[in-house]
């Protein structure tokens, strides 16, 4: 599939943030990008009964170098009322992904160190709606600069400094083969200005000469700490 080939539906362009010379652009929309098959470890097919709840697991998507988060949160998530976020999918609908770019100043995992978890177990933070500090777990926490999302609710963002949730990778849940399949991803993401800030660096981690090579139709999924030597918890 060539990149002109997708749907992309922009509703808006924002700011998020700047570096010395370049303004950096978030886009907000929704694109229809490669049906991507998730594989355990990128051997056999990964059934959905196989992602352990509380377990963030990681697979890089829409392209080869992109993040994202792949949580079975456990519990069973309708589609949001107040915003696009379409809810969880799998069995019990409690399967959930995201971008795991952090909205704020890009932090994401990498092989050496991630400051973005999943977090099933409680969280301090201070949240922002009720002007104190509380306890929540089931929460994705950038420990970059304190910054909280609520996987339960489309990565809304609950705590710290993060403009705005984490974009959301659209999940296909195949009932008869028990398989799923990343088909687009919606919302305000970060891919352009990740690309310019740490493509040079994440072509080299993940070999490719071009970071905004797409996902294949095949993508591996492993558990966060397996890929990452530290996880940064806060
Ligand atoms: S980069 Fe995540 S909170 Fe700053």
Redesign the pocket.
Known sequence: MKRRDFTRVCTSIVIAASSKNTELLAQTSRVNYQRSLLQLGGSGNLHADQLTVGIPYLFFYPYVTTPCLLINTGRNLKASDTSDWKGGTGPNNSIVAYSAI?S????HPAKEIS??NYRHDPVSFYSKKEGKSVEKSGVIS?C????VYDPSQGAKVLG???PHPLAAIELEFDTSSGQIYATGSYGTDMYEPFFEKFGFRASMEHKVSNPKALAKEKIPVHELTSYTRQTIKC
């Not at 970059?144 to 910054?147: D, L, N, T």
Request: overall charge positive.
């Open positions: 952090c704020h100043k890009m932090s400051f973005i950038c970059s600069e304190r910054s710290g400094p993060a």
